[in-house]
């Protein structure tokens, strides 16, 4: 099964300010049809998990275009431009090309400093 | 409005079963490949599920293969997980999750004596 890594565990943002996350896989990505399917989900809290990106850099209807997703092969970030106060929950990446099974990173708590 | 809600979930002794189903709503359900995933409490998002629009391919996670059954029926617009021999590392909350679109609420799966 591909093992997804991401990093930080927790991060702090003040509010305004950028952050990063990143997400590694353990093996690349690149499905036999050259797309890679790595997904970004936001968890807000007391919700359920809805996906801000899909093939590492489409943004999903209604997603602000603060939000962008970068990457190839194994290596991948989500970066927000500016962290506002709704931002804050848990992010996971996920892949889709080596599956079943799809796995889930561990994810990724944003909150504001 | 893409509604989806799950329902069948609660408080069930180890080695018993349960029903959850996700009624769809807003969308032409049998066109979209649905999953599974669940969250144990305070954990991340762990896929278990998948089924096609047809019902024609069907996938496990190994952690609930031969005790899990996803099924749906389009004509009602429903999503069913049949699970048997519960344990207590099935307790969960319950997505159901489209592919591409809105996620369930999620409902809570209890296996405890």
């Known amino acids: 099964d591909v093992v997804m890594t991401q990093s930080p565990l927790s991060l702090p943002v003040a509010l305004g300010q950028p952050a990063a996350i990143s997400c590694r896989s353990s093996q690349s990505l690149v499905y036999s049809d050259g797309i890679t399917y790595l997904n970004w989900f936001q968890q807000r809290p007391g919700q359920s998990p809805r996906r801000l990106i899909y093939?590492?850099?489409n943004r999903d209807s209604g997603v602000p275009d603060r939000f962008n997703g970068s990457g190839s092969g194994t290596e991948f970030t989500l970066k927000i431009s500016r962290v506002e106060a709704e931002d804050v929950g848990v992010y996971y990446c996920?892949?889709?090309?080596?599956?079943?099974?799809?796995?889930f990173g561990g994810g990724t708590k944003v909150e504001i400093k | 409005e893409v509604q989806l809600v799950e329902s069948g979930g609660g408080l069930v002794q180890p080695g018993g079963s349960l029903r959850l189903s996700c009624a769809g709503s807003g969308f032409t359900f049998s066109s979209y490949e649905m999953n599974w995933v669940r969250q144990a409490p305070g954990k991340g998002l762990e896929w278990i599920s998948y089924?096609?629009?047809?019902?024609?391919?069907?996938y496990y996670a190994d952690s609930v293969k031969g005790r899990f059954t996803i099924s749906r029926d389009n004509a009602k617009n429903s999503l069913y997980l049949q699970m048997n021999s519960l344990r207590a590392e099935d307790t969960a909350v319950y997505y159901c999750?489209?592919?591409?679109?809105?996620w369930g609420q999620g409902i809570l799966v209890t296996v405890s004596s």
């Open positions: 089924i096609s629009g047809s019902a024609s391919t069907i």
């Open positions: 093939k590492v850099s």
């Open positions: 999750a489209p592919k591409g679109i809105t």
């Open positions: 996920m892949q889709g090309t080596h599956w079943p099974p799809v796995t």
